[in-house]
T-cell receptor, first 116, second 115 residues
Framework: AQSVAQPEDQVNVAEGNPLTVKCTYS??????LFWYVQYPNRGLQFLLK??????LVKGSYGFEAEFNKSQTSFHLKKPSALVSDSALYFC??????????????FGAGTQVVVTP | EAQVTQNPRYLITVTGKKLTVTCSQN?????MSWYRQDPGLGLRQIYY???????DKGDVPEGYKVSRKEKRNFPLILESPSPNQTSLYFC??????????????FGPGTRLLVL
């Protein structure tokens, strides 16, 4: 069974500084990896995904993530954080070798707080 | 506008009183799913549907029912709600059954309080 871990409950960063949100995963086969963001009182919005190909994936709002197979990680990054990036971030993984591909396993979420 | 809608957005009810949360998508998606979000637990899948009349249990199906009579609608039914079902619920959809890389699109959420 697949699993995903977000080791930090909260990440604090000053505006203009680099932002990193960590995610590690465990699957039996090949992972499909996703990042979503949730703003207060809103649903989840898709940021980016890794399916195959280039390990560096670029997504919405200036975010990117690097797939590292040897470390089973998919950390989300942004070179220069904005106050408006303050939100709850979820990493999710799908194990594509299983029959029931419909299950998307989410991490517990990481709250990002960007201070002016 | 392509979207997933949920109703109601907020609901306060009492233990045992049957309720339905509706979900509708206008993207002609085959796949739909229900999740609940609880602090520290992330999103957990309740039920999902690969197409009309095809539904299956997720990780936490106990106390919930679903139906998929039409492609666009996927209601979540709580026959006898209990306080441990107090949560934030999200409906999601994606297209092209069989393509595991499809992005899921989420509704705005329904906040349920069971007294």
């Amino acid at each position: 069974a697949q699993s995903v871990a977000q080791p930090e409950d909260q990440v604090n960063v000053a505006e203009g500084n680099p932002l990193t949100v960590k995610c590690t995963y465990s699957v039996s086969g090949n992972p499909y990896l996703f990042w979503y963001v949730q703003y207060p009182n809103r649903g989840l919005q898709f940021l980016l995904k890794y399916i195959t190909g280039d390990n560096l994936v670029k997504g919405s709002y200036g975010f990117e993530a690097e797939f590292n197979k040897s470390q089973t990680s998919f950390h989300l990054k942004k070179p220069s954080a904005l106050v408006s990036d303050s939100a709850l971030y979820f990493c999710a993984v799908r194990d594509v070798t299983t029959d029931s591909w419909g299950k998307l396993q989410f991490g517990a979420g990481t709250q990002v707080v960007v201070t002016p | 506008e392509a979207q997933v809608t949920q109703n109601p957005r907020y609901l306060i009810t009492v233990t045992g009183k049957k309720l339905t949360v509706t979900c509708s998508q206008n993207m002609n998606h085959e796949y739909m799913s229900w999740y609940r979000q609880d602090p520290g637990l992330g999103l957990r899948q309740i039920y999902y549907s690969m197409n009309v009349e095809v539904t299956d249990k997720g990780d936490v199906p106990e106390g919930y029912k679903v139906s998929r009579k039409e492609k666009r609608n996927f209601p979540l039914i709580l026959e006898s709600p209990s306080p441990n079902q107090t949560s934030l619920y999200f409906c999601a959809s994606s297209g092209r059954t069989g393509r595991a890389g499809e992005t899921q699109y989420f509704g705005p959420g329904t906040r349920l309080l069971v007294l």
